[in-house]
Nanobody
Framework: QVQLVESGGGLVQAGDSLRLACAASGLTNSNGVMAWFRQALGRPRKFVAGISWSGGSTYYADSVLGRFTVSRDNPKNTMYLQMNSMKSEDTALYYC?????????????????WGQGTQVTVSS
């Protein structure tokens, strides 16, 4: 049984940093891609960042490029999202996801597995 559990969310001020973690269990290395999405209140779920199994390939949404960094520690079965220079528009519920249905397009929110989400709130 696959389980993804996010942690690290909280309330920060604009300009601060925060690191999210996603602990995975039960995953098989089918294609190994994992990703972060976020959903602001009343808005659709949007892609934030993705990472390949090896960590050698990453991809970011334009809105976070240069501020956020995705990484993974496979022996610990954990993916991270380091968020720097945070803005109020980063406020959202952040989800981790694994095994995209469309491996050629990580940005599509169609993944086999999802976590429950962790809330990030940035005050201005």
């Amino acid at each position: 049984q696959v389980q993804l559990v996010e942690s690290g969310g909280g309330l920060v001020q604009a300009g601060d940093s925060l690191r999210l973690a996603c602990a995975a269990s039960g995953l098989t290395n089918s294609n190994g891609v994992m990703a972060w999405f976020r959903q602001a209140l009343g808005r659709p779920r949007k892609f934030v960042a993705g990472i390949s199994w090896s960590g050698g390939s990453t991809y970011y949404a334009d809105s976070v490029l240069g501020r956020f960094t995705v990484s993974r520690d496979n022996p610990k079965n954990t993916m991270y999202l380091q968020m720097n220079s945070m803005k109020s528009e980063d406020t959202a519920l952040y989800y981790c996801a694994a095994e995209p249905l469309y491996p050629w397009n990580w940005t599509v929110p169609e993944y086999d597995y999802w976590g429950q989400g962790t809330q990030v709130t940035v005050s201005s």
